[in-house]
């Protein structure tokens, strides 16, 4: 049992480690010895659970969606109707990106490395979309906002707000910030009368 909580720990430093460096430096620019310094594990303990840079990157994908799996379940439940509820997702993911180095470091990987790494997005797109197309036929979208185009529109600006808080403009304002700004402009367009709230 004593191995097994080592193991799990030390996992769980090189995925912390190397989420900080990837978010720093991208997928290219991360190292495995800079990870291995910063955990403070060996070569040999980072190679024992990750046999390369890609398998690291993949362990962190995986923390991320399943720290936001967990997040985003908590955040529509108890929503008062479909397109509140993916509204709440959607504030969600941006507290995560302003809060979590894994969430941010897996939202970068599904930019620069979307054929290689499995993506992010699957921990949330299918929710997102199920509740536009329950929003759609609750009548609480406009008639021409069809769900898989609101649905790619969430995803492209999430996208803009996870690089611009990373950006000179974007500095001290935050995912969250930015899409505060935003998100408001984008319910008008979508929502039928009086029906979202922010």
């Known amino acids: 049992m004593v191995t097994q909580g080592r193991a799990a720990r030390t996992r769980e430093a090189l995925i912390g480690a190397a989420a900080a460096d990837m978010d720093a430096k991208g997928f290219d620019g991360a190292t495995l010895a800079a990870i291995s310094a910063s955990a403070r594990v060996s070569m040999g303990a980072l190679t024992f659970h990750f046999s390369s840079k890609r398998a690291l990157a993949e362990g962190v994908v995986e923390e991320a969606s399943a720290i936001t799996r967990a997040r985003t379940t908590a955040a529509v439940a108890g929503q008062p109707s479909p397109l509140p509820a993916a509204i709440a997702l959607l504030q969600c993911l941006a507290d995560l990106l302003d809060e979590s180095v894994v ?96």
């Open 103 to 198: 969430v941010r470091a897996a939202a970068l990987l599904a930019r620069e490395r979307p054929e290689a790494v499995p993506g992010w997005h699957q921990a949330w797109v299918p929710t997102l979309r199920r509740l536009l197309r329950e929003a759609d036929r609750a009548g609480e979208l406009h008639q021409g906002a069809r769900p898989v185009a609101v649905a790619t529109l969430v995803v492209h600006l999430l996208t803009a707000v996870e690089v611009y808080r990373g950006s000179p403009m974007g500095e001290g304002l935050g995912a969250k910030g930015a899409l505060s700004r935003l998100l408001p402009v984008v319910c008008r367009g979508i929502g039928t009368k009086g029906n979202v709230t922010l």
